[in-house]
């Protein structure tokens, strides 16, 4: 079945540069979406179609995505940007769904 | 507002049944897809269904496939996931959540989520 791979962990100064990858064989052809989940929470969008901004999400959110990866940064991080993050794509096959397994990023 | 509301979450006993149902608001239904996922305690999110914006379409992830049936009322904006031979590795949040893009076979993310019905299964 599908995979993307997250790392499980990310720390991080305030006002620093967190960067979070998610590697999956589908994403040359496929959307990355980046979801973040706070505790007790239902998770946000953040990051549409690799690199959209939904209305409301900061602009120290962006995505990227190039080959294999794709990539959400967040410049300038804030205490409050301290959450779990998860990728979210679709297979080749258009059938299947997966998120990856979540980073969780902590703001030191 | 745009919302989407689930209900229908509690206890059962493992092999037992249980409904869930999502009800919509605020957004025109019939033009989206509609997703399932969830998240068992402690543990992150997993896709569970999609069903088209006409309903034709329907997938499962490869854990509840054969077990669970995503259904959608476009008369009165509702998606239901009925879900059989519940086992305790199902126990989780199950969340209703809508297509980014007014698409007919959800191959998009999702944008707008519930606040989430809790499933416990255990004896």
């Known amino acids: 079945s599908y995979e993307l791979t997250q790392p499980p962990s990310v720390s991080v100064s305030p006002g620093q540069t967190a960067r979070i990858t998610c590697s999956g064989d589908?994403?040359?052809?496929?959307?990355a979406y980046w979801y973040q989940q706070k505790s007790g929470q239902a998770p946000v969008l953040v990051i549409s179609?690799?690199?959209k901004r939904p209305s409301g999400i900061p602009e120290r959110f962006s995505g990227s995505s190039s080959g294999t990866m794709a990539t959400l940064t967040i410049i300038g991080v804030q205490v409050e940007d301290e959450a779990v993050y998860y990728c979210?794509?679709?297979?080749?096959?258009?059938?299947?769904?997966?998120f990856g397994g979540g980073t969780k990023v902590t703001v030191l | 507002e745009v919302q989407v509301l689930e209900s229908g979450g509690g206890l059962v006993q493992p092999g037992g049944s249980l409904r869930l149902s999502c009800a919509a608001s605020?957004?025109?239904?019939?033009?989206?897809?509609m997703f399932w996922v969830r998240q068992a305690p402690g543990k992150g999110l997993e896709w569970v269904s999609v069903?088209?914006?006409?309903?034709?379409?329907?997938y499962y992830g490869d854990s509840v496939k054969g077990r669970f049936t995503i259904s959608r009322d476009n008369s009165k904006n509702t998606v239901d996931l009925q879900m059989n031979s519940l086992r305790a590795e199902d126990t989780a949040v199950y969340y209703c959540?809508?297509?980014?893009?007014?698409?007919?076979?959800?191959?998009?993310?999702?944008?707008?989520w519930g606040q989430g019905t809790t499933v416990t299964v255990s004896s």
């Open positions: 605020g957004f025109t239904f019939s033009n989206y897809a």
């Open positions: 069903i088209h914006s006409g309903g034709d379409g329907k």
């Open positions: 979210y794509s679709i297979d080749n096959s258009d059938n299947h769904r997966v």
């Open positions: 589908a994403l040359p052809k496929k959307f």
């Open positions: 179609e690799d690199n």
């Open positions: 959540a809508r297509d980014t893009v007014a698409s007919a076979s959800g191959d998009y993310g999702m944008d707008v």
